[in-house]
């Protein structure tokens, strides 16, 4: 599923990573051996419900992973070295300068108690060698950049004196300060009304072909990946159902839970009396993992050996591979 992927061209290569969480004896499987990789410069979506485990596969690059929580196996190769095997001094000096973060939500991610000027000198000192003037400077021409107007004036001001789409920007200056190679979004635009969202697409997509940056895209819905991502991945269960090129996820889709992703994204041009189509039943308990597929109780496609096996990933073409059974005779022939 590399494609033509030179070693050169890689900046991050996940290789069957697992991780888990235990609470009172029981074992939470919230990612389940998956692989992928990035090439420098290029925008992956991670899409999937609520407990898929794309936040956690995501937040494990960085080893942002609560104390219940463990990774249990695999490697995460960034620029070709395993961060798994980094010091704790190592992941400290990666974090925030070659690998930025943006949460869900900004309100919680600054310090409402310090203005936007400290807590962006704060990291400008933490990660580089700048004087105060500077830094200064430096924080001016970030804010300018993610179309905050008026930076002077606003470099003075507290969190909560900014709209909730203000706010992200901030967030997003504050993690492109070190200029990264890799920007994680997680769920960046999940707070914010319809319009402010695509201002914040628009953003992250002018500022990765400014910067040539990398960028995974967390997200749960398939309708805002739609006009960012080179290649997307599905993730059901804490594991990859569907991957490949956006276009082959948006119209040569081959997994059915991709499918009922796609069904419940409201479309502009449908007739307005037309009503959503939501995927059946519950994702599944974690803690409890059954034999077969994840996905084959609430699949209308289900058959015998889905409820006893588990589909691998079958590769329909070099750059588009889904796990479903139904794939088998396609493939084949």
């Known amino acids: ?64 992973i609560p104390e219940s929580g463990k990774i249990k196996s695999g490697q995460i190769l960034f620029d070709g070295k395993d961060i798994l ?70 470099l003075k001001q507290y969190p909560y004196e900014f709209s909730g789409g203000m706010r992200q920007r901030v967030m997003i200056a504050m993690a492109l300060s070190c200029d990264p190679q890799l920007l994680i979004a997680d769920e960046p635009t999940t707070a914010l009304d319809v319009t402010i969202q695509a201002q914040i697409i628009d953003l992250l997509k002018e500022l990765k072909d400014r910067l040539g940056m990398a960028i995974i895209f967390i997200t749960h819905d398939l309708g805002v990946v739609s006009d960012i991502c080179d290649k997307i991945i599905v993730m059901y269960a804490g594991k990859i159902v569907e991957e490949g090129y956006s276009r082959q996820i948006f119209f040569e889709k081959a997994h059915p839970y991709t499918e009922g992703l796609l069904a419940s994204v409201p479309d502009v041009e449908s007739d307005v009396n037309e009503k959503l189509r939501p995927i059946r039943g519950n994702p599944p308990d974690m803690s409890c993992v059954k034999e077969g597929c994840a996905f084959a109780p609430r699949c209308e496609y289900a058959m015998r050996i889905c409820t006893r096996e588990d589909a691998p990933l079958f590769e329909l073409d070099a750059t588009h591979a889904a796990a479903c059974w139904k794939l088998l005779k396609e493939t084949a022939q």
Do not use: C, W
């Open 85 to 154: 095997r980094m010091s704790k001094k190592e992941i400290q000096d990666l974090r925030g300068n070659r690998i930025a973060m943006i949460f869900q939500d900004p309100m919680t991610s600054l310090d409402p108690l310090f203005t936007v000027e400290y807590q962006l000198n704060e990291s400008l000192k933490k990660h580089t060698d700048l004087d105060a003037a500077s830094r200064k400077k430096r924080m001016l021409e970030l804010l300018s950049m993610v179309g905050i107007n008026q930076p002077e004036r606003r």
């Open 1 to 64: 599923m590399n494609g033509h992927d030179t070693t050169d061209n890689v900046l991050l290569e996940i290789r069957d990573l697992s991780v888990s969480f235990f609470h009172g004896g029981a074992e939470v499987q919230a990612v389940r051996g998956i692989n992928y990789t990035l090439k420098k410069g290029e925008v992956l979506g991670i899409v999937g419900e609520s407990g898929s485990g794309k936040s956690v596969s995501s937040h494990s690059i960085l080893r942002l």
